[in-house]
């Protein structure tokens, strides 16, 4: 088992990358009105990503350093 299907099996939360697919983009959902446990799914294979929860909690880890 490499290093990378280690973190893969370990690591919570929401997934930044589909590990289905490898794309980033995620199905458009409304935050403000969904439930925690809703799920997140990938957008170009419909995969389960993580739940809003899980989106919720990166949101509130960023720092703003990036730029877009």
């Known amino acids: ?3 990378l299907d280690q973190t ?5 939360g929401l997934k930044i990358v ?12 409304d935050p403000v ?3 925690d446990g ?6 170009r294979c419909n995969a ?4 809003i929860a ?3 909690a990166l949101a509130r880890q960023s720092t703003g350093d990036f730029e877009f």
């Not at 893969?8 to 919570?12: E, V, W």
């Not at 589909?18 to 959902?29: A, F, T, V, Y």
Request: charged share 30%; hydrophobic share 30%; net charge positive.
């Open 48 to 51: 389960v990503r993580g739940t």
């Open 38 to 43: 809703a799920s997140v799914h990938c957008r």
């Open 8 to 12: 893969r099996k370990t690591q919570p």
């Open 1 to 3: 088992m490499g290093l």
């Open 18 to 29: 589909c590990e289905i697919c490898g794309n980033l983009s995620i199905k458009p959902i």
């Open 54 to 56: 899980d989106l919720r």
């Open 33 to 35: 009105d969904a439930e």
